[in-house]
């Protein structure tokens, strides 16, 4: 089975604020958690625009579901 070695992004609560963590350092902090993700998925994009595989995680946020 072959791993794919992606960069992930995590959307956190930083000191008080919203921040996006990568690699154990926080950037972009925001009092705002949509701020936040909106830049988490723009560093996810310029990550992925030099050909790093990427995620990004919310926490808290668990993904999707549809009701029945």
Not at 12 to 36: C, L, N, P, Q
Not at 50 to 57: M, N, S
Request: with cysteine; hydrophobic share 40%; proline share 0%.
């Amino acid at each position: 089975m072959r791993t794919i070695d992606r960069a992930i992004f995590t959307v956190a609560r930083h000191e008080g604020r919203w921040a996006v963590e990568h690699a154990g350092e926080y950037f972009d902090h925001s009092i705002d958690k949509e701020v936040a993700k909106a830049a988490a998925n723009k560093r996810a994009r310029q990550a992925q625009d030099k050909g790093q595989a990427c995620l990004v995680r919310v926490s808290g946020e668990n993904g999707f579901y549809v009701t029945a």
